[in-house]
């Protein structure tokens, strides 16, 4: 089997998952990550100033972390296939079903150390350039790496380097959308993108309306309601049922329909008639799905859209293209297939258990590489490619929704653990998703703390979990 040298863009969990696929395969690969630390968007950073120049993330921020983040699905059906996630030891730890953002990156810092991916890790090296080695086969990636020069003093110098071949792992959530509201370039008022908030205290005395109430827009009206003057949320849903309006029964919190337009005085008027004057609009979307095969798994008020796609580095003689946020042309959300196997792109998908499917894409694309798994022809490949857009177009279903998975997500779990020769997702942690979701759409405030599907973890789990 060939051994590839593979440009892995991207530290976070996608990347590192990427790596160690690649090298068990055979491989070499090389990791290039922007930030000084592994983590991708697990790692907490504090705008600061560049949230008060860039409220609404046009310049980008890394990550989108919130202080009081928690992850919405449970650690037990979260974790890599082969690495379980379980509490971290020791002091520090949090052993929680729905654990904060620090034990996820406590996690992925676990598995980076046990799988000695570090060495293949290159920090503070930014990809800014990725095109078709002209002189052979292959593929030159130009990189800045941060370096130190006299005084103390930063310097970035461009190089650059022949691959075999390049996973793009760089993720989705750091160019933010927001949501179109009729008026908003002549309201007086702040806005801001949830890519940038992390804490309450900028908040206090404000009136805030809220646009979204997917788990973001759940956490974050929660978190500014204590400070705040008053929290208006603004969401598709249907009108909030009694038990809703029982758990959101705070004095200051308001749920309502989607905002209709903005004024001058500063008003924001829903499409109920009700109007607030408001100082801050928090976007915690972008614009809902529309086609029953995005609600199918409850994707509520837009979740799959609050950020778009964007691969900087790539040139246009790559040949993939982002249009209305659906990457592609892609085999499979995977491979280009005029360019197969020698480009990938692992974790463009939405709705689906992110870790896991990470692991079954590197591993298909690791063994495509090695030659151990064949791909079909590019034509077969393209063809599969149109049948799939004509697909979600008979379905009603928009570009922006093509790697939101849905109801889907089963399926294409399966199809890719077939193709790795995998016997794929578990009974009991597709089931435990699946509940995760419903508990969410039900009680989306109290649904981490409060939860009835300890059954169907295996013995093993259930002996050593310590929750609180």
């Known amino acids: 089997m060939p051994s590839r040298r593979v440009a892995v863009i991207g530290a976070g969990a996608a990347g590192l998952m990427a790596a160690r696929e690649l090298q068990r395969e055979g491989h070499t690969p090389v990791v290039f990550e922007r930030d000084t630390a592994v983590g991708g968007n697990w790692r907490y950073e504090d705008p600061k100033a560049s949230a008060e120049d860039d409220p609404l993330g046009t310049r980008c921020v890394h990550s989108s972390l919130y202080a009081s983040l928690r992850t919405n699905v449970p650690r037990e059906c979260m974790g890599f296939l082969d690495f379980p996630f379980v509490p971290a030891e020791g002091s520090g730890g949090d052993p929680r079903r729905f654990p904060g953002h620090e034990e996820v990156l406590r996690y992925l810092e676990a598995f980076a150390r046990r799988f000695n991916l570090y060495e293949l890790v290159r920090l503070d090296t930014e ?26 003093n930063e310097e970035r110098e461009e190089e650059e380097e022949v691959f075999d071949a390049v996973a793009v792992c760089s993720g989705h959530s750091t160019e933010p959308r927001v949501a179109d509201i009729a008026g908003i370039d002549s309201w007086p008022g702040k806005q801001m993108h949830s890519h940038n908030y992390r804490v309450p205290d900028p908040f206090h005395g404000q009136v805030v309306v809220v646009v979204g109430y997917a788990p973001s827009g759940v956490d974050i009206s929660r978190d500014i309601v204590g400070v705040a003057k008053e929290v208006h949320v603004a969401r598709r849903s249907p009108p909030p049922t009694s038990s809703e309006m029982e758990s959101t029964a705070l004095p200051n919190l308001w749920l309502h329909p989607i ?9 924001v008027v829903f499409q109920d008639g009700n109007r607030v004057k408001a100082d801050v609009i928090l976007h915690c979307t972008g614009k809902p799905p529309l086609c029953a095969h995005a609600r199918n798994l409850r994707c509520v008020d837009g ?29 499979k959300h995977v491979f ?18 992110f870790f896991p499917l990470f692991q079954l894409q590197s591993n298909w694309v690791a063994g495509v590489l090695s030659g151990r798994i064949d791909l079909p022809s590019p034509e077969e490949m ?42 794929g997702f578990e009974g009991w942690r597709k089931e435990m998703f699946v509940a995760a979701l419903k508990n969410f759409a039900h009680r989306p405030e109290n649904y981490r703390n409060e939860w009835d599907d300890g059954h169907l973890l295996p013995q093993a789990h259930r002996d050593s979990a310590k929750y609180f």
Request: glycine share 8%.
């Open 382 to 423: 393209m063809e599969d490619v149109a049948a799939f857009y004509s697909e979600l177009e008979a379905r009603g279903c928009p570009k922006r929704y093509t790697h939101n998975l849905g109801a889907c997500t089963y399926e294409y779990e399966d199809w890719v653990a077939k193709k790795c020769g995998h016997k």
């Open 127 to 152: 990809v800014v350039g990725v095109r078709k080695n002209d002189a052979s086969t292959g593929w030159k990636v130009s990189y800045c790496s941060r370096k130190l020069a006299g005084a103390g």
């Open 259 to 267: 905002i209709e337009r903005a004024e001058e005085d500063g008003s």
């Open 336 to 353: 280009p297939p005029l360019l197969a196997p020698h480009i990938s792109f692992i974790g463009l998908f939405l709705k689906a258990l």
């Open 303 to 331: 979740y799959a859209c609050r950020y778009k796609y964007n691969f900087p580095f790539l040139s246009d003689d790559v040949g993939i293209f982002v249009d209305d946020n659906r990457v592609g042309p892609l085999y």
